[in-house]
């Protein structure tokens, strides 16, 4: 079965950079898309990027997406990092029968 | 704008049945992909499954044995219905609607669903 793989947690001061990482398991994740979704405690989650690196409207520049083939991995990286983006960060992708989410990343802004 | 939220009983006894309803605001259930994904405590995301206007559903292989997805046009509602919970099924039961690639927007806030006896 198809995995993603995250780090538990990334932590860094404000105004810096965190990136996230998602590894596949198997095959190669640049075959599908992958997307990325922000949990804060008492909120309904949000899409902050999709299809591999595209911002929904109203998801500042700040959020970036990538796809690493060589890694077999897809990044989240957040710039100027802000005391609101402490949150839990989930990858996400899909095979031919199955949806599936990555463990989650707890960023925490120091 | 479409918003969501779900809502059901938050505690349901093992073996009974899990029954959850969301209700759409601002579009229309007939128009759009709409799927159920669950929290459980200390754990990551789950997709449970999507349907589309009746017609056309999906579900985790993990879960299809248990679980069904309808629509309800007249309310304007997505339901999911589960059999036989455990207490694994303890989780907090999100519906979402379904774009292209299998990504998700918006998504209601979430009703936290207990199994206990």
């Known amino acids: 079965n198809f995995m993603l793989t995250q780090p538990h947690s990334v932590s860094e001061s404000p105004g810096k950079t965190v990136s996230i990482s998602c590894t596949g398991s198997s095959g190669s994740i640049a075959n599908n898309y992958v997307h990325w979704y922000q949990l804060r405690p008492g909120r309904a989650p949000t899409i902050v990027i999709y299809d591999d690196n595209q911002r929904p409207s109203g998801i500042p520049d700040r959020f970036s997406g990538s796809i690493d083939s060589s890694s077999n991995s897809a990044s989240l990286t957040i710039s100027g990092l802000q005391t609101e983006d402490e949150a839990d960060y989930y990858c996400q992708s899909y095979d031919s029968e199955n949806v599936i989410f990555g463990g989650g990343t707890k960023v925490t802004v120091l | 704008q479409v918003q969501l939220q779900e809502s059901g009983p938050g505690l349901v006894k093992p073996s009974e049945t899990l029954s959850l309803t969301c209700t759409v605001s601002?579009?229309?259930?007939?128009?759009?992909?709409w799927s159920w994904v669950r929290k459980s405590p200390g754990k990551g995301l789950e997709w449970i499954g999507y349907?589309?206007?009746?017609?056309?559903?999906s579900y985790n292989p993990s879960l299809k044995s248990r679980v069904s997805i309808s629509i309800d046009p007249s309310r304007n509602q997505v339901s999911l219905r589960m059999t036989s919970v455990t207490a694994a099924d303890t989780a907090v039961y999100y519906c979402?609607?379904?774009?292209?690639?299998?990504?998700?927007?918006?998504w209601g806030q979430g009703t936290l669903v207990t199994v206990s006896s």
């Open positions: 601002g579009g229309s259930v007939q128009s759009s992909f």
């Open positions: 979402a609607r379904r774009w292209g690639a299998n990504w998700f927007d918006p």
């Open positions: 349907i589309f206007n009746s017609v056309s559903s």
